[in-house]
Nanobody, 115 residues
Framework: QVQLVESGGGSVQPGGSLRLSCAAS????????MAWYRQAPGKEREEVAR???????TYLESVKVRFTISRANAESTVFLQMNNLKPEDTAVYYC?????????WGQGTQVTVSS
């Protein structure tokens, strides 16, 4: 059974930075397109950033320039570098991806931006 495990969330002040990691584990033979989503209280889950196997990226308009998604295929890991964080970035962040051709979700990690 394959799974995704996120880490790196926490609390920061506005303008601060965090780096989220998402590692795939289990009997993995295919590590495809990966993405980060977030869900704030009372709001729908939204896609923040996406990266294909070959590194093509897309971003939610509100995080462009501030966030960077990347991946390390040899380690089956995807990252989200978040800079200049704003209070509106507060949410639970979820890793999502195609593992062995099956859409898989991580358990989520809380990011809180507050002064």
């Amino acid at each position: 059974q394959v799974q995704l495990v996120e880490s790196g969330g926490g609390s920061v002040q506005p303008g601060g930075s965090l780096r989220l990691s998402c590692a795939a584990s289990g009997r993995l033979y295919s590590f495809g397109t990966m993405a980060w989503y977030r869900q704030a209280p009372g709001k729908e889950r939204e896609e923040v950033a996406r990266i294909t196997l070959f590194g093509r990226t897309t971003y939610l308009e509100s995080v462009k320039v501030r966030f960077t998604i990347s991946r390390a295929n040899a380690e089956s890991t995807v990252f989200l570098q978040m800079n200049n964080l704003k209070p509106e970035d507060t949410a639970v962040y979820y890793c999502n991806g195609l593992l062995n051709g099956v859409e898989t979700w991580g358990q989520g990690t809380q990011v809180t931006v507050s002064s």
